[in-house]
């Protein structure tokens, strides 16, 4: 069947179609049983076809599916706000719920603006958003400005207002040519030159993802990174925002991801694994001071969707946080990303693996022509697409990206497998990993 009145993804990609979805598995309409190694797009952490929450979200579709936040509350939206910040950092005490990362995203741009307006009255000059190259924030006009991905920004870049960026830690290429350790995380440093650049008076907020997500598949930080961007954006009185998006909810081994370095934003959006891929929802999680400035001062955050504090979808947060707690889902992800660890050098001696990085399961594997000079297949021999398919026919579904190197040069995919993953799951979506890796060497060095 084609398409018909839906306007697909793409009207010339040729998709197989999914039909159901099992535990670790997505099975096509020939009964094909695939291994989802991206969780979708790192959002279906719990795994397919879970039925308490299919149920929990019945169960609340059957008592009130809606009313407007505006004018009633409900029980089930409190109770979800309860789990998120329970897996959030001591102070992170606040939560404001969307319908997906984008719209948690833009919450955050106009809270952080909100905010100083409330503090400093309407002459504050605090506007500026810094934010990096090689980068993702969403896909509504708001963060496209933000974002540093330039395949998805050219088109539309007349639409929207460009926000300053710093370069990202792309220590594999790194953009400012030194190398870690000695070059001393200046690529963090560069934050307080753009900060003093545009004048401390004028910065809100500098917005990244602790793990760069599609756009540079798994790129992890050095660990001084976020200790640093953290020291300057206290200095000069800059909220430090970070994207958990696609790095958050138990994804690298911690409930998120700035716990590693044992820092504390002031504000974290989330979105994706918060629902477990049940229900479309975001969030944005925010530091007492920040909520609360608000509330003594005007006592409302002027901005709202209906669907703003669903309480069908918070019922899939609350259950699917509570099933992630039960089952240990994120000490699972924490230990099989030490058995991924292992199995990382074997990929890297692949002739097109460039580098595998990442944390937890959260994943990325850079594809490139030549390992000793890192030059990149021409974007015409589309690597990522090869190596996407010949994954698929081996049975396992990874998420490709491109652009990392230039805007257009560069490939590179994510391997993100649901956190529920067991060991034998690892170690079989790994082998089909290489085999779909083997089979690309072939199709690409031909
Ligand atoms: C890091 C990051 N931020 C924001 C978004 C936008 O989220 P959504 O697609 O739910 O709007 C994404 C989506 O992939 C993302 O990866």
Redesign the pocket.
């Known amino acids: 069947m084609d398409s018909g009145h839906l306007i697909p993804r793409s009207f010339t990609a040729k998709v197989r179609k999914a039909v159901r979805g099992e535990g670790v598995y997505i099975y096509d309409d020939e009964g094909k049983a695939y291994m989802d190694g991206c969780s979708g ?3 279906s952490s719990i795994g397919h076809g879970v039925k308490e929450i299919a149920d929990a979200i019945y169960q609340q579709l059957l008592v009130m599916e809606f009313a407007h936040p505006s004018r009633w509350s409900n029980d089930v939206t409190v109770e979800a706000a309860a789990e998120v910040a329970s897996l959030a950092q001591k102070g992170l005490d606040y939560v404001w719920f969307v ?7 833009e919450s955050a741009m106009k809270m952080a603006r909100q905010y100083f307006v409330e503090r400093d009255g309407n002459g504050s000059g605090k506007r500026e958003i810094i934010a990096r190259w090689n ?6 006009v708001g ?1 496209m400005g933000l ?1 540093g991905s330039m395949g998805r920004r050219r088109t539309f870049s007349p639409l929207f207002k460009e926000n300053p960026k710093i370069c990202a830690h792309y220590c594999y290429r790194c953009p400012l040519n030194l190398k870690y350790p000695s070059c001393d995380v200046a690529c963090a440093r560069t934050l307080e030159m753009e900060i003093l650049r545009l004048g401390p008076e004028t910065v809100a907020a500098f917005f990244a ?1 602790p793990v ?4 540079v598949g798994g790129l992890h930080p050095p660990k001084e990174y976020w200790p640093i961007v953290r020291e300057i954006c206290t200095k000069y009185d800059v909220l430090l925002v970070a ?5 958050g909810m138990g994804r690298t081994g911690k409930a998120f991801c700035t716990q590693h370095w044992n820092v504390t934003p002031d504000i974290m ?1 989330s ?2 694994a918060i629902a477990g891929g049940y229900a ?1 929802v ?1 969030a944005m999680i925010v530091k007492k001071e920040i909520a609360e400035t608000i509330r003594d001062k005007s006592g409302a955050f002027q901005h709202g969707h209906t669907y703003n504090g669903n309480p069908v979808s918070a019922a899939a947060v609350t259950a699917t946080i509570r099933y992630m707690k039960k089952h240990k889902v994120i000490e699972n992800a924490a230990k099989m990303g030490k058995l991924f660890d292992t199995m990382a050098p074997a990929l890297e001696e692949i002739p097109i693996v460039g580098q595998v990085r990442g944390m937890g399961l959260m994943r990325g594997v850079e594809i490139v022509a030549d390992q000793k000079t890192k030059e990149p297949f021409p974007a015409s021999r589309k690597a990522a697409a090869v190596v996407t398919e010949e994954c698929m026919k081996k049975g396992l579904v990874v998420y490709p990206g491109t652009g990392q190197i230039s805007g257009v040069a560069g490939d590179q995919f994510l391997f993100g497998p649901p956190l529920v993953s067991t060991k034998e799951e690892i170690e079989t979506m790994v082998g089909r990993l290489a085999e779909g890796l083997k089979a690309s060497v072939k199709v690409l060095k031909q």
């Open positions: 797009a790192l959002l319908s997906g990362g984008s719209e948690a995203i980068s993702y924030h969403g896909s509504t963060t974002g993802e760069v997500g599609s756009t994207d958990e998006v696609m790095c959006c979105a994706k479309p975001g």
